[in-house]
């Protein structure tokens, strides 16, 4: 009954893993900035994970996620053959794409991953695609193979200066900006990370998406819990999002929200690593 | 009918109802008149021949009567839990009047039980009467919650396959994430849905429609009907400055998290659990009262109900409300919020609250609440619940962008037939009416598989 994992690479050996899902329905359906729901187990959560490619060909469609936490970590004992209970999607609304030139994609993070798809996408319409991904490090670096075979350019900036330039990506993109006539920045990553994009761009007044990754239950409108403040007013980011105008966004407040759960998430992860081998699946 | 003692039972999930034994059953159905022109059947929106079950039952024949009701009925068990009986069956059965109407609800309860506790093969198995499923006729129902769940079992019973499509891991819709335990045990939902399985009801979780697949995709997989009973599930916050405080919930995502996900059981089940020493739940319907109940047993020390009108006013059931005080619920009325506060964290941390009084009728009829001037309070709370109702649910409807809707947003149906503009597409529930009662929008998935069954017999001639 459940979702076969066809293939797995180790990204980075025990932080980041991608799987590639067998969900034929899925994959014939999803379109960029699309999630998934996941549920591994029959005591798990259900948790959102965006959707960094597919293959309606093969069936497939491929997810990328960071070791945070307790569902994370249990997924990532997950190996080639096992199934995954529950894979509910493609959700939320596919992002806006339309060919209007030059746009620049920014990933941080396993963001880089989720903003894949969305390069690709226009790339695939026709739009000069650059993308911007920051690390740490090189070694936690993601998918610059994947992206430099559609992207114009790819730029590259590390925390330690080990590729690229030393700095952050919004260091690497208000160069960019400066000498460059950009019609749209798209930026996916840590909250913090968008929300300093979202300044950068409004300086120099380019419109900009960010993919928010709020808390979710259901992630088909029915909870609330992934609600955000856009423009004042409250969106459910499952239904009405997951993309945003990132201008509009009140970073602040998801940042919190994020922290709703620290305390149980902390608990959770010592119930799971006490249980560890007992209870696998 | 027995019950469980307040103070035992808020420190436990089991159901507060006992319910009959047979001598007590059989006592009941006897004081029945068995009234020549029956009127508690057209009380009944599934039009349960409550009449000819009671008589069965005043005789000890609790197969004949929970045949009988089965007939029109494929939630018996459901029903007989959470419907408004005293609007209902028993508001229509001729000893209202003396106060001491037939206590009809109790006793489909009963009769439900005690036939899936004796008979448990056959109540799954369907009996040799049941036809055989041509599949060839198939049809589909989108969402797995009472109205679509009615709609495959008459259908169903009759010969047609029925497949419905349910986004979340567990069907039941309502059933499943929205009403507690202690007032509708999982385990009568489950055998309900193993009884429609049984009649050859085929149901698929983890679909989307209008995600996964699409009206569309239905037609072209061969299906000849498509049913819509996705309900109303997007919930309605109030545009309260500090609503987005970490500790305020909506009633769909506290009683999802417990209900759905078992997060009481967390960490053994993974989903966290909202937690609340001092709790106000915001609404005075059903929900809310589930949400405070819900919460009681969880262990918070106090729970407020925070109401603008009266107790008087309020829609929850009375047996809800008077449930909900017996357990130590608190009532706050007169009193509508205005402001959660938080602190540094963006924790809840209190709730303000404007005094009200009751001015002349409005539209509705019920007194309008009107503010009293300076009449400011501020309750202390971690945990607030917002149960004020719920919207449609945008989904399926942005996919369907030809499917008419009112001007509330909810599916414009044919009356007759509960079929929407599209020729072959019914809808019915929640998302016809908003939010309304379990057994209306059973009677809606009723009327819609009616017509349906109509349509593909004549096709076959």
Redesign the interface.
Do not use: W
């Given at each position: 009954m459940g979702f076969k994992i066809v293939k797995k690479r180790e990204l980075i050996p025990n932080r980041v893993s991608e799987l590639t899902i067998y969900a034929p329905?899925?994959a014939s359906?999803a379109r960029p900035g699309n999630f998934v729901i996941l549920?591994i187990f029959p005591?798990?959560?259900?948790i959102p994970l965006t959707i960094a490619d597919k293959s309606p060909a093969e069936g497939t469609i491929t997810i990328v996620y960071l070791v945070v936490g307790?569902?994370t970590a249990h997924l990532e004992t997950f190996q080639v053959g096992d199934e995954i209970?529950?894979?509910?999607?493609?959700?939320g609304k596919p992002t806006r794409i339309e060919k209007k030139g030059e746009v620049v994609c920014v990933g941080g993070g396993t963001g880089i991953a989720a903003m894949h798809h969305i390069a690709k996408g226009h790339a695939q319409v026709g739009n000069k695609v650059i993308s911007v991904i920051g690390a740490r490090s090189k070694d936690l670096l993601l998918f610059e193979e994947e992206l430099s075979k559609f992207s114009h350019k790819v730029l590259v900036a590390t925390d330690d200066g080990s590729k690229g330039k030393k700095g952050l990506v919004t260091q690497v993109l208000e160069d960019y900006l400066k000498s460059h006539e950009v019609k749209e920045v798209v930026a996916v990553g840590p909250v913090p990370m968008m929300k300093a994009v979202s300044e950068l761009t409004k300086k120099y007044s380019v419109p900009t998406t960010v993919s928010l990754n709020s808390i979710m239950?259901?992630g088909?409108?029915?909870?609330?819990?992934c609600?955000?403040?856009v423009g004042g007013r409250?969106r459910?980011a499952c239904?009405?999002g997951p993309e945003f105008d990132a201008h509009e966004v009140d970073f602040d407040?998801l940042m919190?929200?994020l922290?709703?759960?620290v305390k149980?998430?902390q608990?959770?992860y010592n119930?799971f690593c006490e249980c560890h081998g007992k209870e696998k699946n | 009918m027995p019950e469980q003692d307040p103070a035992k039972r808020v420190k436990n999930f089991n159901e507060v109802a006992l319910g009959y034994s047979l001598e007590q059953a059989i006592e009941e159905a006897k004081r029945c008149l068995q009234c020549k022109n029956p009127t508690c059947q057209q009380g009944c929106p599934v039009e349960v021949d409550c009449k000819q079950f009671i008589y069965f039952v005043a005789k000890g024949d609790i197969e004949s009567a929970y045949k009988t009701i089965q007939e029109t009925n494929s939630l018996p068990a459901v029903c007989g839990r959470v419907c408004p009986q005293e609007n209902q069956c028993e508001g229509h059965c001729k000893l209202k009047p003396t106060g001491q109407p037939i206590a009809i609800g109790r006793l489909e309860r009963f009769v439900a039980d005690s036939y899936y506790a004796k008979h448990p093969c056959d109540a799954l198995s369907g009996t040799s009467s049941c036809p055989v499923i041509d599949s060839n006729l198939k049809v589909a129902a989108i969402g797995s919650g009472p109205s679509s769940l009615t709609f495959a079992g008459y259908l169903a019973s009759r010969g047609i396959k029925v497949t419905i499509f349910e986004?979340?891991?567990e069907p039941g819709g309502v059933l499943t994430?929205g009403i507690p335990e202690f007032r509708l045990p999982k385990k009568i939902v489950h055998t309900e849905l193993e009884a429609l399985k049984a009649q050859g009801v085929e149901i698929k979780?983890?679909?989307?429609i209008g995600?996964?697949?699409d009206i569309n995709d239905l037609f072209a997989q061969g299906y000849k009907a498509i049913f819509i009973g996705v309900g109303a599930?997007?919930?309605k916050?109030l545009?309260l400055e500090g609503?987005?405080l970490?500790g305020v919930?909506?009633a769909?995502?506290y009683l999802?998290?417990v209900n759905l996900?078992?997060a009481y059981?967390?960490?053994?089940?993974?989903?966290?659990?909202p937690e609340g020493n001092n709790v106000v739940v915001i609404g005075g319907g059903n929900v809310a009262m589930d949400a405070a109940r819900t919460a009681l047993r969880l262990g918070a020390k106090n729970v407020y109900i925070v109401y603008r009108r009266t107790q008087k006013e309020m829609p929850a059931r009375l047996e809800e409300l008077h449930h909900a005080l017996e357990e130590g619920v608190q009532l706050k009325v007169l009193s509508s919020p205005v402001a959660f506060k938080g602190d540094e964290?963006?924790r809840l941390s209190s709730l303000v609250i404007q005094k009200m009084k009751l001015g002349e009728p409005d539209e509705s009829g019920r007194r309008r609440p009107i503010p009293i001037d300076g009449e400011i309070e501020e309750i202390k709370t971690d945990l607030a619940i917002i149960a004020v109702g719920t919207r449609s649910?945008?989904?399926l409807l942005q996919a369907t962008p030809n499917l008419k809707l009112n001007k509330w947003g909810y599916v414009e149906v044919n009356p007759e037939t509960g079929e929407t503009n599209i020729p072959n597409v019914f809808a019915g529930g929640d998302i016809v009416t908003g939010s309304a009662t379990v057994v209306l929008a059973m009677g809606a998935g009723r009327k819609a598989a009616k017509e349906v069954y109509k349509r593909l017999k004549e096709n076959i001639k």
């Open positions: 329905d899925i359906k549920r005591k798990g959560e259900r307790k569902t209970l529950d894979v509910c999607g493609p959700l239950v259901d088909i409108g029915m909870c609330g819990a609600r955000v403040s409250i459910f239904v009405e407040e919190l929200r922290r709703s759960y149980q998430e608990i959770s119930h | 986004a979340l891991h994430y979780t983890n679909y989307v995600a996964t697949l599930g997007l919930p916050f545009g609503e987005n970490i919930y909506s769909n995502e999802t998290r996900m078992r059981k967390f960490p053994e089940f993974d989903t966290p659990l964290d963006g649910n945008p989904l």
